[in-house]
């Protein structure tokens, strides 16, 4: 199972990744650009840097959850699920259910961390069950606390599989980002004037690949829902 979610996935990222690039440029590209450029290596100052930072972090969360939402959405829509129609309605139901997708981030992410604390195991099992709430946002137009019910009542007997599976994932993508770190740290060594633009460009690299995990989620999803209408 958690193979053929895995092999569907890198499937549908090969056959889409030109198309999702092109979809979350607008949004990855500034925060990349935001982010590497660095805003207090003009000013120097410490106030200056810690604004500068602190606006960094802000963005990078945004586009972040920008992001999430648009792949869900483009992913979703693909499969057969949602709104089919022109860029302008996917953008428009995207950003809408950006605060949604901030709510479940902050839910999931409290309740995931507790559960780490308490023992690895049940944080492991709750990232399996939990995560599908940012697929549920999406599809069902549902409030982020809502979309973290669902979710709980409806991916339970799926836990581990998801969990498998984003591990998988987020082992590889551990690898990806280490090897664009590396090449970013090599044009910081050359001294390059224009090394910010290339490094932002490795991000926003780095950044569509991550979305992986979002399209696996999209594929649980779907495999729950076809469960669903055949039961």
Known sequence: MVWSRLSETLYFFRQHWLSLLWLLLPVLLP?????NYRFHVMFGGEAEKAAS??????VQLLAGLMANALVARYT?????YGIAGHAGRLWGDALARVPSLFLVQIVTGVLIFLGLLVLIVPGIWLLGVLMPAYVVVMAEQTSGIEA???AWSRFKPAAWQIAASLGVLVAALILCMSLLEFLKGLLAGLGLQWRWLAGAILDVLGLLLAQVVMVVLVRFYDLERRA????
Do not use: F, N, P, Y
Request: overall charge negative; charged content about 20%; aromatic content about 0%.
């Open 53 to 58: 930072d602190g606006l960094a972090m802000g």
């Open 31 to 35: 925060a990349s650009l935001l982010i």
């Open 76 to 80: 979703l829509d693909e499969t057969g």
């Open 148 to 150: 973290v019910k669902q």
């Open 228 to 231: 669903q209408s055949e039961a």
